[in-house]
């Protein structure tokens, strides 16, 4: 599909534009690294509040809301013009404890797999993912890249406190908890790498486009 | 100094909020009032965007451990310093301490207190906002409780009386279209536009959760997280709407039925559960041309003050 006609920038509100960019092609990820660099070229036109990237959309957020028709033209434009390739993220290593009491759930995920709990660690850990967006909380990110032979329905009871650093799995996606917070996943480890701390700046590490690998380390 | 000796069912540090960070997940916190966060601190002469206390339905308690002034904006809560009746809209000099009640509030649900000088503490990511859910700014990072402190800078000097006129409410809520109309079909958006709507008990700071007799606005439809903010308008498949409010997360993946305009937007902080609503569909040019009336209020207000002081 043409990449450059479909794609519409609609008014949310007097301040606020949405590029839609879902529905576009199959290769979802290459609309994503699209949508990262058009956001990194919004935010280097210092006329937004807020630049949102989301699952190949993005929202900003006007500072001056008499430039709102502007705007929504410029980004229409900006679109066809952006290059996949423009986006240059950074490499994070998750030093992360698999299994154990680090992991209470590796052992669930590997015979829900018919897999050996060293088989699920080489599945998650060989893997590069990309850092889609961040939301649901701060510093939580979204990934993309888990293998299929790990998908795994989310918890039918979810725990009510998962503890903060765990790397975790939910239907098609792997994750890790910034904070302690109330999660349906399945823990298979541990992590000591900060996320998300509100001293720092920028409070997170990580940032929408960046990769990610798990690295194992015996418990 | 102010003492916290009851903090009733809610009571935070807010300001404007904190922008420029949704990227990270970090919510915008802040006043759900914002105007009336702001009325409250030019009445003070403070900046627009000094820290005040924000009160949620009242049975509060305040001890004023120093001299200074106070402007109370928002619903009335029956507040009194020590035995003397005060109300909403109006300046108060403060001694060292008395103490500040609020009984509950009636016709609303939250009031905000300005100090002379603003609530004291350190911002975080620009803001001095509590973000309750995340556990950092305000004063402590989160709800206040009772034997908690907060900062403020003595100041004895004279202080005129003064006092102010809050926007007017309005019953019919104005919202930007759906970009979801489409997938949602025009019988949902007509539904939604055409009922009245009651705030239920699950609403927070994060949103306002609605429902009304009939469950007309289920669906089956899930999408792509997409960026929220508040004023979002998600339908959730249960066809209960929510309005996000300041505290709202920054992506979801429900489909949008509109965006409260952002001149209608703090009429939300005094919806209580229980309280109807209803919505109505406008272009740009009147939730412009609302916003343009708000901001010509502020700037009334100020003048006033600038004649009150010659």
Redesign the interface.
């Known amino acids: 599909m043409d990449l450059k006609t479909t794609t519409s920038v609609?008014?949310?509100?007097?301040?606020?534009l949405?590029l839609?960019a879902?529905h576009l092609s199959e290769d979802t990820l290459k609309i994503q690294k699209k949508i990262w660099a058009l956001?990194a070229k919004c935010k280097a036109s210092n006329a937004f509040?807020?630049?949102?990237?989301?699952?190949?959309?993005?929202?900003v957020?006007l500072h001056n809301?008499d430039e709102?028709v502007r705007w929504q033209n410029e980004l229409t434009n900006w679109w066809q013009d952006i290059d996949t390739m423009q986006h240059q993220g950074t490499h994070h290593k998750v030093i992360t404890h698999y299994g154990g009491e680090h992991g209470p759930d590796l052992d669930f995920v590997a015979k829900a797999h018919n897999l050996t709990t060293h088989d699920v660690i080489q599945l998650h850990s060989n893997a590069r993912y990309q850092v889609l967006?961040?939301?649901?909380?701060?510093?939580?990110v979204?990934l993309h890249g888990l293998t299929e032979q790990l998908h795994t329905p989310r918890r039918d009871n979810p725990r009510t406190k998962v503890p903060k650093g765990s790397v975790a799995i939910g239907a098609n996606q792997t994750g890790i908890y910034p904070?302690d917070s109330p999660g349906g996943w399945h823990i298979i480890g541990h992590t000591d790498f900060n996320l998300?701390d509100?001293?720092n700046n920028?409070?997170?590490v990580i940032?929408?486009g960046d990769t990610l690998s798990f690295v194992s380390v015996e418990s | 100094m102010i003492t916290v000796i009851k903090p009733g069912l809610l009571m935070s540090v807010q300001d404007k909020g904190r922008?420029?960070?949704?990227?990270?997940?970090?919510?915008q916190s802040g006043a759900i009032d914002s105007y009336a966060m702001v009325i409250a601190n030019r009445l003070l002469d403070n900046a627009d965007n000094d820290a005040v206390i924000e009160i949620t339905l009242g049975l509060a308690q305040l001890k004023f451990e120093c001299d200074t002034v106070i402007a109370l904006i928002g619903t009335d809560m029956k507040a009194h310093l020590d035995d003397t009746a005060i109300y909403p809209g109006w300046t108060y000099t403060v001694k060292k301490g008395q103490t500040i009640r609020f009984a509950a509030a009636r016709n609303g649900f939250r009031a905000y207190l300005a100090c002379k000088g603003g609530i004291q503490c350190e911002k975080?990511?620009n803001s001095r906002s509590t973000?309750l859910?995340?556990?950092?700014?305000g004063a402590t990072g989160c709800a206040l409780k009772e034997h908690d402190t907060l900062a403020i800078k003595p100041f004895t000097e004279h202080w005129p009386k003064l006092g102010a006129i809050s926007p007017a409410k309005r019953e019919v809520i104005r919202i930007?279209p759906s970009?979801h109309e489409e997938l949602l079909t025009q019988h949902i958006i007509n539904e939604f536009s055409s009922k009245k709507w009651h705030v239920t008990p699950q609403s927070n700071r994060m949103g306002v959760r609605l429902n009304t007799q009939s469950q007309s606005l289920s669906h089956s439809h899930s999408?792509?997280?997409?960026?929220v903010?508040p004023?979002?308008i998600q339908l959730p498949p249960n066809g209960e709407p929510i309005v996000l409010l300041n505290d709202g997360?920054?992506?979801?993946g429900y489909p949008?039925l509109g965006?409260v305009?952002?001149a209608d937007l703090f009429l939300f902080a005094q919806l209580k559960p229980g309280d109807s609503i209803r919505f109505e569909y406008v272009d740009?040019a009147t939730?412009?041309k609302a916003?343009a009336k708000l901001d010509a209020h502020l700037a009334q207000l100020s003048l006033a003050l600038e004649n009150a002081k010659h």
């Open positions: 609609v008014t949310l509100s007097s301040n606020s949405f839609d879902t956001a509040i807020d630049v949102v990237p989301a699952m190949n959309s993005l929202c957020y809301s709102l967006f961040l939301g649901f909380q701060p510093g939580f979204y904070a998300f509100y001293l920028p409070p997170s940032q929408p | 922008t420029g960070f949704r990227h990270l997940g970090v919510a975080v990511m973000d859910a995340a556990g950092f700014g930007h970009i999408l792509p997280s997409l960026a903010a004023g979002s997360q920054t992506t979801g949008l965006t305009i952002e740009i939730a412009n916003k």
